[in-house]
């Protein structure tokens, strides 16, 4: 996988474990990317501000300042990036808090080599300058998603969505009035099954609801004993 003009992918790995960032710079390395690492907050803030990355890699846990913290820094400041999060600490609070704060995804330690690289890779195919544009527009109710300006609506309000909450919005809408599993979206929009572990479906959904229903008649709906479904009011 490479840019649209042909260069290296590049990654910005932020980790205070030097033995980790070690190992994920090697395997990153095999897929042809460039890696540039960090371990501080300070280190990694000024490293994305003198050269964006297409990817970051942010641990939670820093020595001076918290993961967080940190994307709250570089989204006021530079480029949109996707964003995995790296934790010690699988708490629901941490993974809604890495999410709320405009995180696309999250991976707790220890995890595999392979799984994080297709998530990456997952993360890449979802990204606005990595998906070919087409003209597809969507409606559900008073919901609009244009795929070729990654714009959506919700009446007059532009509802923003990082780059897996979009494809994730645009499969459910590509399926209004559909019941889908868990397993089905975990094979679409993240293209990888993570061994299982649908509750980051359950996650994602959850946050989708806060920015799209919020204070409106829900479109979202929990079909129980099977997965979502999206629908227009009745």
């Known amino acids: ?45 000024a490293m994305y501000r003198a050269n964006p990355p297409d990817l970051l890699v942010l641990d939670i846990m820093l020595p001076d300042m918290d993961g967080f913290g940190v994307l709250a820094e570089i989204r006021a400041s530079g480029p949109y990036t996707p964003i995995l999060f790296l934790t010690a600490r699988d708490s629901v609070v941490d993974r809604v808090t890495g999410l709320t704060a ?12 392979e799984e994080l690289v297709a998530r990456l890779r997952g993360l890449l195919r979802r990204s606005a300058y ?19 300006s990654r ?5 007059d309000e532009t509802v923003a969505l990082t780059s897996t909450e979009f494809e994730l919005l645009r499969y459910l809408m590509r399926n ?11 094979r679409r929009v993240w293209e990888y099954e993570f061994g299982g572990k ?11 609801r806060k920015k799209v229903d919020a204070g409106r008649e829900p479109l979202l709906h929990t079909v129980r004993g099977v997965g979502y479904m999206l629908r227009s009011p009745r």
């Not at 405009?102 to 080599?113: A, Q, V, W």
């Not at 714009?151 to 009446?155: L, P, S, T």
């Open 1 to 45: 996988m490479y840019r649209a003009d042909g260069s290296p992918i590049r990654v910005l790995l932020v980790d205070d474990e030097r033995a980790l960032t070690n190992l994920v710079r090697m395997a990153l390395r095999y897929e042809g990317w460039e890696i540039d690492t960090a371990h501080d907050a300070a280190e990694a803030v």
């Open 102 to 113: 405009g995180g696309d995804d999250y991976m707790t330690k220890p995890f595999s080599l």
């Open 130 to 148: 990595l998906t070919p544009s087409d003209d597809e527009t969507l409606r559900v109710g008073d919901l609009f998603l244009d795929a070729t």
């Open 151 to 155: 714009e959506v609506k919700r009446g």
């Open 176 to 186: 209004q009035g559909k019941a889908v599993t868990r397993q089905e979206i975990l």
């Open 198 to 208: 649908s509750s980051i479906v359950d996650l994602y959904v959850s946050y989708l």
